[in-house]
């Protein structure tokens, strides 16, 4: 960056204001094939396409960011890709923050190749924020950090998923005592104290099931952390939680929350999209208000 360069704003600052606005939702777009079909769109990287860039155009300003969920155009193959690119153009023309679902991980110089992919300035694919797959190791995902640091990039780090499966590897306990769910969030809350102290929310956040009783992963909801800790919460709607208990499901922690929901918004077809995304969005925001 050159001297009279402004620095890009942090992650964590564009989610703070997302907050101080009263916007936590986050809209997932999944386009399974069944959906498409109560949409009335074909099965193919056009019917992904359509579906992506309406919700969009719904979301704006009204949701606080989008998660397209890339296994749902990435089964098209370049089609699917070019479609997604699409998609995300027209999130970035809208402003709105986009949180790609890619859950990547690898050995470092592998995973710094997805970094360049979906974080770099300019990249067709480039995104807000990713999720990362941690379980090679927390410092495998440092191919990300220049990006998180310098370029307003952020980081969702899988620490207690949403499904069932997660239990038995995300609770196992490591030698220092800790829950491998706990010692994600622990690092993700080490690197935003270290790199980003004064932001009031970090840009590394993690994912945290809304269906998972969180005390019984060893994560400690009512630990109050500088600067905010982001949670990306998916779980919610189809998945049986409810986003009226998002303030008791996350206690402490919940005001830096990005609730997602994406069958339960996506689903019975186009003429409900936008009145299912407005209640979503009020409905989260009185209940981490209350
Ligand atoms: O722990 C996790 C991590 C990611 N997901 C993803 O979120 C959405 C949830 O979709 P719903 O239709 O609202 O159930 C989907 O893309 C998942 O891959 C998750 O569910 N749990």
Sequence with gaps: MNA????????????????AAGR?????????????????LPDS??????????????????AAALKPQISFYERFGSAG????????????????????????????STFAAYADAWLASGSPLEVDAMTVAPYMG???????????????????????TSNPEARAVQTAVRGDGQTLAASMVAAANEWNAREHAADPVGSVGVVLGATLALDEFGIDTAARVSPALPVLAPGFGHQGARIEDAAEIFGGI???????????????GSELLAGRIRERATLIAEALRA
């Design 4 to 19: 009279d360069q402004v620095p890009a704003p942090s992650f964590g600052a564009r989610l703070a204001a997302e907050f």
């Design 24 to 40: 936590h939702l986050c809209v997932g777009i999944d386009p399974h094939p069944g959906l498409l079909a109560e949409w009335g």
């Design 45 to 62: 990287a056009e019917g992904a396409e359509r579906m992506g860039r309406d919700v969009v155009a719904a979301s704006a300003g009204v």
């Design 81 to 108: 890709f070019a479609a997604l690119e699409r998609v995300l153009a027209d999130a970035r023309a809208a402003g709105v923050l986009v949180v790609g679902d890619v859950k990547r991980g690898d050995i470092g």
């Design 138 to 160: 927390f410092e495998t995902l440092s191919g990300a950090f220049p990006y998180v640091r310098e370029h307003g990039k952020g980081l969702f780090v899988l620490a207690a």
């Design 254 to 268: 919940g005001h830096a929350v990005l609730a997602n929901e994406s069958r339960s918004i996506l689903g019975g």
